[in-house]
Nanobody, 125 residues
Framework: QVQLQESGPGLVKPSQTLSLTCTVSGDSITSGYAHWNWIRQPPGKGLEWMGAIDNSGSIYYRPSLTSRTSISRGTSKNQFTLQLSSVTPEDAAIYYC?????????????????WGQGTQVTVSS
């Protein structure tokens, strides 16, 4: 059974870059066919898909976040990372990594995908 675990700082200062890592066990992010997603949920708002990397290394970004977002494979074989630059208080959210078999909206992924428990990120000076 696949398990995903997010890690990273819980507090980031405005204008800095947020870096998160998702560690995967029970599956390989470089084999099979899957999308490895980053999704966030700001307080009081719905899920927002940020981007994904698939098993071949192809990367997909939410258009509105493309200029600030970078997703890549981590230094460890079964990790992938998210970097979000120039953060503002509006980027405060619970950040999730998730596996999906298709590139789909977060509601679909919530129903059919596998999720980490999420990590809270606060943006404050």
């Amino acid at each position: 059974q696949v398990q995903l675990q997010e890690s990273g700082p819980g507090l980031v200062k405005p204008s800095q870059t947020l870096s998160l890592t998702c560690t995967v066990s029970g599956d390989s992010i470089t084999s099979g066919y899957a999308h490895w997603n980053w999704i966030r949920q700001p307080p009081g708002k719905g899920l927002e898909w940020m981007g994904a990397i698939d098993n071949s290394g192809s990367i997909y970004y939410r258009p509105s976040l493309t200029s600030r977002t970078s997703i890549s494979r981590g230094t460890s074989k079964n990790q992938f990372t998210l970097q979000l630059s120039s953060v503002t208080p509006e980027d405060a959210a619970i950040y999730y990594c998730a596996r999906s078999r298709q590139l789909k909206p977060p509601g679909w992924i919530r129903e059919y995908g596998s999720w980490g428990q999420g990590t809270q990120v606060t943006v404050s000076s």
